[in-house]
């Protein structure tokens, strides 16, 4: 089939697609009438969808909490998940406006530019298959979400209306295709801390979001020992090769630790600023009593681990790897410190036994558990039908036989059955998802595209 062709000739038009959808701060916001996540992500979802209906293909909107477009006739369809939301980016950490959409020198720059990017990859995948006017023997569907970096209520609403797919992929993972996906668990926790008058911590921040190793860390001091902290940083630096950096203040000190934000999929390339001050604040014995014996609890427990061994939750299998255990936002004002944590678990792992060990651990440390939300694994067979087809279409376009690969990330496979996560990263890339000046090559754009062009005629074909 002809689908390549096709797909060139609309390069220009999809790169200005993918702008205008990252120029939509399609963050989750206060919920307004209709707009379950408030009207930038709203915004972003009717752009994918009115873009589809003029392709041509039948839409429909869900309780503003997903969308579709559908091609094709049949009482059976094979689906494809994609998602509008992103996290909220800082401005002044870009060189590029994360919400710009910016084209320069054959990137496209932007706040989620790889997820958005592969969502209009798969439309305009589809709209090719479509001009080919080829026959197939199953419907396929284009689902869009807006929850993909949370709880996955998108796809609890997609279920209320629609039945599930055969069969079908995920175009938030890794190429060429992945075949199994960690568990995930995501906590909150909370507990009151009491401090003395004299020295105290007035507040600390650090992480932006809990699937992200946090890059930043600043506390407020208030303390008559500034020259003493001062010294101690010095040793601490030589000694511990971190980067922290203190600012004197008329009544104490302002600390920043400065890490390396990376995705949770990569967690073993960042640094914590997180842990970095905790570990700071422990050096220097700061505060009362309570402050100091829960600055040790967080140091022990955690800390710079990052495989959950010092919680006693190390697993580790042949298929995905270790347990990866991200301290992702830490905040503590007016006396209350709240944490945020994401864990995911290889998938032989028994992860029930694992989320009572991380509850019962801070519960008996006073603690407050907020939330304690786990999502199974995801596991198909190398040689499971929708792994080989899809493998096959990688295979085809590319020339590259790498293997399927297991991976870190949480795609709609861990909520729909019979769903594979398929591109849109490379083997040998790194993952750039949710990183400062994230960004899409064009030319990767246009061989994605046709990846997922193959996938579609070759699943609506073959199964």
């Not at 003029?54 to 049949?74: I, Q, W």
């Not at 668990?185 to 992480?207: A, L, N, R, S």
């Not at 208030?222 to 000694?239: C, G, H, N, P």
């Amino acid at each position: 089939m002809n689908f390549y062709k096709t797909i060139e000739a609309n390069t220009d038009q999809m790169v200005s697609d993918i702008s205008t959808l990252i120029k939509y701060k399609s963050i989750q916001g206060e919920a307004e009438d209709g707009m379950p996540y408030g009207k930038g992500m709203d915004d972003a979802l009717n752009c994918v969808l009115d873009l589809a209906e003029k392709m041509g293909f039948r839409t429909k909107k869900l309780d503003g909490y997903c969308g579709y477009a559908e091609y094709g006739e049949s009482d059976t369809y094979i689906g494809i998940f994609s998602h509008v939301d992103v996290n909220d980016e800082d401005d002044n950490e870009w060189k590029y406006d994360p919400y710009g959409g910016i084209v320069d020198q054959g990137r496209i720059y932007g706040s989620s530019a790889v997820d958005k990017g592969a969502l209009i990859a798969v439309l305009y995948a589809l709209k090719a298959v479509k001009e080919s006017k080829c026959s197939l023997k199953r419907k396929v569907r284009l689902i869009i979400g807006t929850d993909n970096r949370r709880y996955f209520s998108d796809m609890d609403v997609y279920m209320k209306h629609e039945n599930p797919p055969i069969a079908g992929f995920s175009v938030d993972g890794h190429f060429p295709v992945t075949y199994a996906e960690k568990a995930l668990g995501m906590f909150e926790f909370e507990k009151k801390i009491v401090q003395d008058g004299e020295e105290y911590i007035e507040y600390m921040h650090g992480g932006k979001v809990d699937n992200l190793v946090p890059g930043y860390c600043s506390a407020k001091l208030v303390t008559q020992r500034k020259t003493d902290i001062l010294k101690k940083m010095e040793v601490y630096i030589a000694e511990s090769r971190h980067d922290i950096n203190a600012k004197l203040l008329d009544d104490g000190v302002m600390l920043e630790a400065f890490g390396k934000e990376k995705h949770c999929a990569s967690i073993e390339k960042g640094i914590n600023s997180i842990a970095i001050m905790l570990d700071f604040l422990r050096y220097i014995q700061f505060g009362s009593k309570d402050l100091r014996e829960v600055v040790e609890f967080l140091c022990d427990k955690i800390g710079f681990d990052i495989y959950g061994e010092r919680m006693g939750i190390g697993y580790e299998d042949e298929l995905t790897g270790k347990t990866a255990l991200n301290l992702g936002t830490l905040a503590f004002e007016d006396g209350t410190l709240t944490i945020r944590i994401d864990c995911r678990f290889p998938i032989t792992a028994n992860y029930y036994q694992a989320i009572e060990v991380i509850n019962s651990t801070f519960e008996k440390e006073g603690f407050q558990i907020n939330e304690s939300s786990y999502w199974p694994p995801t596991y198909l067979p190398k040689n499971h039908f929708l792994i080989e087809a899809l493998l096959k279409s990688y295979r085809e376009v590319t020339g590259d036989d790498s293997e399927p690969v297991s991976g870190t990330s949480a795609s709609y496979s861990k909520v729909m059955a019979n769903i594979a996560a398929f591109g849109a990263h490379y083997p040998g890339e790194g993952i750039t998802w949710e990183q400062i000046d994230e960004s899409l090559e064009i030319d990767t754009l246009i061989k994605t595209t046709k990846i997922y062009a193959n996938a579609i005629y070759r699943l609506c074909t073959e199964i």
